[in-house]
């Protein structure tokens, strides 16, 4: 069993950042894949940012070049710098593991594992 503790997030004007974490424990095989997934209200869930287990990442389109994924192995510990924030970006963020294999990555029904979710808005 893996538990996924979330911190970070909040509220920050428009052009702002900030700093997503997600601590995991338990079973940690470092070879699967974490993800971060956010959801507006009315809005499905959809897939913001992945590290694969065996090395890359991939991005949205609507967050590349703005939003940085990043994991700490040591530390076991997986990161979303998230800068130039828009209001169209305001969404609970959770991030996910173990994505399951020869799942598309950007399906949220795919992931076994996830953290409780923190609320992101972003407003002036």
């Known amino acids: 069993q893996v538990q996924l503790v979330e911190s970070g997030g909040g509220s920050v004007q428009p052009g702002g950042s900030l700093r997503r974490s997600c601590a995991a424990s338990?079973?940690?095989?470092?070879?699967?894949?974490m993800a971060w997934f956010r959801q507006a209200p009315g809005k499905e869930r959809e897939g913001v940012a992945i590290y694969f287990g065996g090395g890359g990442t991939d991005y949205d389109d609507s967050v590349k070049g703005r939003f940085t994924i990043s994991q700490d192995n040591a530390n076991n510990t997986l990161y979303l710098q998230m800068n130039s924030l828009k209001p169209e970006d305001s969404a609970m963020y959770y991030c996910a593991a173990y994505l399951r294999p020869g799942r598309w990555w950007q399906n949220s029904a795919a992931y076994a594992y996830w953290g409780q979710g923190t609320q992101v808005t972003v407003s002036s």
């Open positions: 338990g079973y940690t095989d470092r070879q699967y894949s």
